[in-house]
């Protein structure tokens, strides 16, 4: 049998790494549920009332 090089090191420790997710996949617990209150609580973009209007579209591109 040959002695492995570095490229095998590497191979076994991404196979490691994909058993120790695998392991950890089925042995931890799930998140617990999210309420929708909360969801509700912080919106991600404001309201459309609560934006301001664009005045002039326009002016970015009108030659100054």
Not at 15 to 26: D, R, S, T, Y
Not at 27 to 48: H, I, K, N, Y
């Amino acid at each position: 049998m040959r002695r492995p090089d570095k490229f095998d090191y590497i191979g076994i420790a991404l196979i490691a790494l994909v058993v120790a997710l695998w392991v950890a996949h089925f042995v931890l617990p799930p998140l617990p549920p999210v309420s929708d209150g909360a969801l509700e609580a912080t919106p991600a973009l404001p309201a459309l009332s609560e934006t301001q209007p664009v005045r002039n579209p326009r002016s970015c591109l009108a030659p100054h």
